[in-house]
């Protein structure tokens, strides 16, 4: 798997690193908004996809949504995660370009963080197969909210050396299977951390996982001065990290 956005690779090696980092990533990466969840969903959604599902993040706000959920996760030690926390949800091991569902089996699919990671033309045509007739395609990301003072100073540490994706303002893909693309953003105030919680969520990213040892120690050095030193986190023992939550919905076309 290789793709590029923004000029940064989004290689093979940086999708399967998450595996090593799970248990990190469930613990300190945000949920998503029911708001985002909710305008996806079109009037009659009751059975949904989550694809590239990871630990089960946004599949938990499908469930609590009251959708019917089955969740697809390539890696392992992801959807063991998955498992674990979500009993209840059927988690399959697949990937977006070989979805093991039968074809037009659910109301809508959802894509949390993860779409930058599929080859689009494989993924958007398997997506389009198990959609029923006017089905949904919803993706998400939550992105850092850069207009907090702190978060824009902790994004510049983060992304000294390189970018990550940003999907705002920008079509996630170009397709004939779908139409009527939308966009909108939703404010996602995080929730509670603590600063071995920001550093564990720093090591959650793909980038940083990759990058070699020393690099990766003097990039959580930084993250720990800035949090040590600036004005609106200096002697607080916790804080929250916020988002806004960028969101695309499509309609299947056939």
């Known amino acids: 798997m290789s793709s590029e956005r923004d000029g940064y690779p989004y ?9 090593a980092v799970a248990d990190v990533y469930a613990t300190t990466r945000p949920d998503y908004p029911a708001a985002a969840v909710r305008w996806v969903a079109g009037p009659d959604t009751a059975d949904v996809l989550d694809l590239g599902a990871g630990t089960g993040k946004l599949t938990q706000a499908l469930v609590t949504a009251g959708f019917t959920v089955t969740a697809v996760e390539p890696l392992p030690e992801m959807l063991d995660r998955l498992r674990r926390e979500l009993p209840e949800v059927l988690g399959l ?11 037009a089996s659910v109301d ?3 894509v949390g963080q993860a779409f930058h990671w599929f080859r ?21 990301w939550n992105m850092l909210d850069t207009r907090v003072a702190w978060v824009a100073a902790l994004s510049a540490v983060l992304h000294e050396n ?36 920001l550093l ?7 980038y940083i996982v990759t990058m070699p040892p020393d690099e990766r120690s003097a990039v959580l050095d930084r993250v720990a001065r800035l949090a040590g030193n600036h004005p609106d986190l200096r002697g ?15 309609v299947l076309t056939a």
């Open 11 to 19: 290689t093979a090696d940086r999708g399967r690193s998450f595996g």
């Open 93 to 103: 091991a697949g990937s977006a370009e070989q979805i093991p569902l039968a074809a």
């Open 108 to 110: 809508a699919v959802y």
């Open 120 to 140: 689009p033309d494989e993924a958007l045509a398997e997506i389009g197969r198990v959609l029923r007739p006017g089905g949904r395609l919803g993706l998400l």
């Open 162 to 197: 390189s970018v990550d994706y940003d999907p705002a303002g920008v079509r996630p893909f170009d397709s004939p299977l779908f139409a009527d693309l939308e966009y909108r953003q939703h404010d996602h105030p995080g929730h509670p951390i603590d600063l071995p919680g």
């Open 200 to 206: 564990d969520l720093v090591r959650s990213r793909s």
């Open 236 to 250: 607080r023992e916790s804080f929250s990290v916020p988002y806004v939550t960028d969101a695309w919905r499509a």
